[in-house]
């Protein structure tokens, strides 16, 4: 997938009988007509809406998401929240301006590999766990990693159970 900045689709949200609704649009996404290659953008697009009940992708068809679909796509929006999140966590020890693992270097990098392929989250949980017990990364960030990587990898459990539960096909 290409380096350039990640943005959200073209979205509105239309609240009818007390039901939300995202609808975006992808008439104009460079993309191959598939929801997969517009994963990202999407991810971002419910960034900011909450309590959504539905979402409808129209591009040339039109695809309508509810329940499992909707809750999957909410999660994969939650953990990339929490990556965040994670990222604004203080550099206090000097050690922390050349750690590999300091949070505003980390994070953002791993928010963006994420949410373009949500199934690689485990892989990446256990790469990082491995770069943890290296010395060269300063204690603090190194105590935190661990409390981190953990709430993410129950994040990814509970993700993944549902999307097996739905054999939902975006994630592999
Ligand atoms: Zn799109
Ligand atoms: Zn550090």
């Known amino acids: ?12 949200t239309v609240e009818s009988s007390g039901t939300r609704k995202l609808v975006v649009n992808c008439k104009r996404c460079e993309k191959e007509h598939s ?3 517009c994963l990202p953008s999407l ?3 419910l960034e900011d ?11 040339f068809l039109e695809e309508q ?4 679909g909707v809750k999957i796509l909410s999660q994969i929006r939650d953990i990339a929240g ?5 990222s604004s966590r203080g550099e206090d020890e000097k050690k922390c301006m050349e750690c590999e693992l300091k949070p505003s270097i980390l994070y953002p990098r791993l928010k963006r590999k994420f ?5 690689i989250i485990y892989e990446m949980i256990g790469n990082i766990s491995v770069k943890v017990e290296r010395k060269e990364n300063c204690h603090r960030c190194r105590r935190s990693l661990v409390e981190e990587l953990e709430i993410l990898g129950n994040r990814a459990i509970s993700l993944r159970s549902e999307v097996l539960k739905e054999g939902f096909d975006i994630i592999g």
Do not use: A, R, W
């Open 82 to 86: 929490e990556m965040e999140t994670f």
């Open 65 to 68: 998401y509810i329940g499992s």
């Open 49 to 59: 809406e909450y309590n959504i009940d539905s979402i409808i992708v129209s591009d």
């Open 115 to 119: 949410i373009q392929d949500p199934g």
């Open 43 to 45: 991810i971002l697009s």
């Open 35 to 37: 929801l997969s290659d």
């Open 1 to 12: 997938m290409s380096e350039k900045e990640l943005v959200s689709c073209d979205h509105k």
